[in-house]
């Protein structure tokens, strides 16, 4: 059963949009997003409208940045992690693009573009819009405490990031390409503890990962960077001493987008989670890396815990899920 | 190359990183006693106003929830506790703070299902086993014969 895909004609990112929440605003990739937002509520009266109003605009900035009609759009694929996916379902009702509805828990930004690769490198569309958006305070709400309530949290415990991305994939020419895609399994090791989730995660990542080099036979050492999405800094700690525990070592090649987009004294605890974290990260920062040609070769991994709090409450073990997505320039 | 799930478990167990616990517990012990020598200075300005002991333990109550309500209104408490932890979840002030903190959340969802219905989902646990172990005690004390 093989995970991995690589296209013969790699589909090709047309465009990207980013926007980050306040918190994100003050971290380190801030330079990197088109816009910065200085308000949870960002002008509307409820969170959850604030989420949409971001997942509208970036998916509408990245289509004028390619100068593409809605009309043009084949297909809109796009998640969150809100019940009922309603950020995403809400915005596909302003957009009026075929759309797809994804969840893969904070993994779902590179599910997206997994499916929109291979739609395109299938021959069943010529553009695909992936769209993804995450809220600390929505976020928040729903899986864990009110956001005013006093709670002490845990060192493993991580900050979900407010931002919404959108990228618009197509075929062709274009800077950035997408040769291979690694598809994760869902696992479960037994772990419950729901504030610590990214030694939830690190299986998932450490099996999609390991397989992604299986199956394409690339080297160790064939890419320039490769970052997982949101384990965070015990997580990382984690994977890199598995990697280690099999004799391979990625060094400071290796990184978590939940690391990178907070600095350390933002108290976020173990650092970033959510949809919009290894969204940001790859779609701001390692785009634009890409774009300058000071890295050509990118490995991301999506990582998603996908647990909601009725399993929690009931003592329930979380499964897991990571997929990866190769980005290339040349 | 697949993980050993027992492996994998004691090896988390083993390098998870722990709450700070002997740092938060004294910073815990001295704002949980910074509050109370709030309220024994409070107690004693309002006795000397002439207000009987037992009414002015009811006003001090009352004035620590009303400004935990308004630390929570205003985003500070949450911040605070972040820091002082059960030195401030473990006063009236904590209780005040379980009860302001779900009604701000919920107004949204309007009066009714939004804050009506949610304003107990923090502090009716803390209630309802309240209720029940003050009744058990009770039973206890009374068949000892100290009540």
Known sequence: ???????????????????????????????????????????????????????????????????????????????????????????????????????????????????????????????????VSSHYATSERQ????????????????????????????????????????????????????????????????????????????????????????????GHQLLVRLLKEQGISFGSKLTDCGIMIYHPEQQVNAGGSGAACSALVTAGYVFNQLSQGKITKFLGLGTGALLSQVTTQQGMTIPAIAHAVSFESY | MVLDKNQYQKTVEKIKPKPPAVKNGILAFLMGGFVCFLGEILFHVLTGFGIPEKESYTYVSIIFVLIAAILTGVGIYDDLVRIFGAGLIVPITGFANSMVSPALEHKQEGLVLGVGAKLFTVAGPVIIYGLISSLI???LLRGLGKL
């Open chain 1, 143 to 234: 899986y864990r405490n009110p956001t005013e309530q006093g709670v002490q949290k845990t060192p493993t415990a991580q900050w979900t990031v407010t931002g919404a991305v959108a990228v618009l994939l197509g075929e062709g020419e274009g800077k950035i390409k997408i040769p291979r895609i690694t598809v994760g399994k869902a696992v479960d090791y037994g772990l419950a503890d729901p504030s610590d989730m990214g030694g939830a995660m690190v299986p998932a990542a450490f099996d999609t990962l390991l397989s992604h080099f299986k199956e394409t036979g690339l080297d160790y050492d064939y890419y320039d960077l490769l970052a997982t999405g949101d384990l965070a800094s015990f």
């Open chain 1, 1 to 131: 059963m093989k995970k991995t895909r690589e296209f013969s004609k790699p589909p090709v990112v047309l465009s990207y949009a980013t926007i980050a929440g306040p918190k994100e605003g003050e971290g380190p990739l801030a330079s990197y997003f088109d816009k910065v937002i200085n308000n949870l509520y960002y002008y509307e009266d409820t969170w959850e409208k604030a989420e949409q109003k971001m997942l509208l605009e970036v998916a509408e900035l990245a289509l004028k940045k390619a100068s593409v009609n809605k009309e043009e759009v084949d297909f809109f694929l796009a998640g969150d992690l809100l019940n009922q996916i309603i950020s995403a379902n809400f915005v596909a009702r302003n957009l009026g693009i075929p759309f797809l509805g994804l969840y893969s828990a904070c993994a779902t930004f590179y599910e997206g573009l997994v499916l929109g690769a291979m739609l395109i490198a299938g021959g069943f569309a010529k553009k695909v819009l992936v769209g």
């Open chain 2, 137 to 139: 005690v009770a039973i």
